[in-house]
C-alpha cells in the first residue's frame, strides 16, 4: 500500500486493487474526546447518570474548543 499526503488527511492507494481509500485523520477526535470525558468523569463520580450527563458536557466542550481552534488556525492560514 502506498501512502501519499492529501490536504484533508491521508490517501492510501493499493496498487494491487487499483483502490484509493481517504482516510481524513480529524475523524479520530470525536472518539477520543468521547473516551477522556467518560474516563476523567468516571475517575471523579460514581453515580452512573451522573457520569454520562458530565461526560456529555465536557465532550462538548472539546469539541467546541477544538472547533474555535480550527477556525482561528483556519483565518491565519488563509487571512480572513
Given amino acids: 500500500m502506498t501512502d501519499y499526503s492529501h490536504r484533508l488527511g491521508r490517501v492510501l492507494v493499493d496498487i494491487d486493487k487499483n483502490e484509493i481509500v481517504l ?16 474516563v476523567w468523569n468516571t475517575s471523579r463520580y460514581e453515580f452512573t447518570p451522573l457520569i454520562l450527563q ?3 458536557k465536557l465532550f462538548l466542550q472539546i469539541i467546541l474548543f ?8 483556519f483565518a491565519l ?3 480572513i
Avoid at 23 to 38: E, K, R
Avoid at 66 to 73: C, E, K, P, W
Fill in 23 to 38: 482516510m481524513n485523520i480529524t475523524w479520530y477526535l470525536f472518539p477520543l474526546a468521547a473516551a477522556v470525558s467518560l
Fill in 54 to 56: 458530565r461526560s456529555l
Fill in 66 to 73: 477544538m472547533a474555535v481552534i480550527l477556525a482561528v488556525l
Fill in 77 to 79: 492560514s488563509y487571512g
